[in-house]
């Protein structure tokens, strides 16, 4: 009989961040096919999340490759300047968003409260969620991660029962392994995914922890991907950079 985390589908998703312009974005997605039957035959999902600007390109051009907004707003319409709303992405037939990405939280005062009212919004809609966790390096250093971690986790999922959790992921992303090159080790990454599940677990039992898909994101790229993804708990990565060109989101995927 199969453990509970090898029927955990891997996932490999690439947030663009504010890169690519149309015409890069139409070079990535004229290997989506390619990119799909690869991953296919790994028995792996994929999907990415482009700049607003360039979410329809990525649905038009994408061949069925999923396709999620980098943040949403927590509020449905009004005077909200710049804000875009649950209803405009499924409008637009966009099938999630991440929520608290650590550099919105760093540089739009995201708080773990906000992060919670978004994940309802995209929850309720029936659209999927990434909710992205992790600690600054003046945390980790003083001994705090799993402190900060927790923290997030019962703020940000808090109330959620009667939704849909299987369609929400949650993302481990240590402030001090994005875009560094430093890399947290798979025994840190094993060690605070695990103790992510357990959270889960004590909020929502065993059957929603054992089956929610927890992912590694930190400098994550081709010669590091298959050590984090053995681990028991990481059931796969949010990938900055590496996943920019398509050829090296090929390689992200023939090495998991």
Known sequence: MLSIAKMRTKLLFGNWKMNSLKAECSAFLAESKNLLALSNSKHIEIGLAPSYL?????IAEGNGITVYAQDVSDEEKGAYTGQVSVSMLLD??????????????????????????????????????????GETLAEYDKGFAKDVIKAQIEVGLMNLKGLDLS??????????????????????????????????????????????????????????????LKQNDVDGALVGGASLK????AKLIENC
């Not at 369609?167 to 060690?191: C, F, H, M, R």
């Not at 398509?246 to 989101?249: E, L, M, P």
Request: glycine share 8%; charged share 25%; aromatic share 10%.
């Open 246 to 249: 398509a050829d090296s989101f």
């Open 167 to 228: 369609k929400l992921v949650i993302a481990y992303e240590p402030v001090w392994s994005i875009g560094t090159g430093k890399n947290a080790s798979e025994e840190i990454a094993q060690d605070i995914c695990s103790y992510i599940r357990s959270l889960v677990k004590d909020m929502y039992g065993e059957e929603v922890a054992s089956s929610m898909r927890i992912l590694y994101g930190g400098s994550v790229k081709p010669e590091n991907i298959h050590s984090y």
């Open 54 to 58: 360039y979410l329809d390109q990525a």
């Open 92 to 133: 637009h037939s966009v099938c999630g968003s991440l929520v608290g990405h650590s550099e919105r939280r760093a540089y739009c005062n995201e708080t773990d409260f906000k992060c919670n009212l978004k994940i309802k919004k995209l929850l309720k809609a029936g659209l999927g969620c990434i909710y992205c966790v």
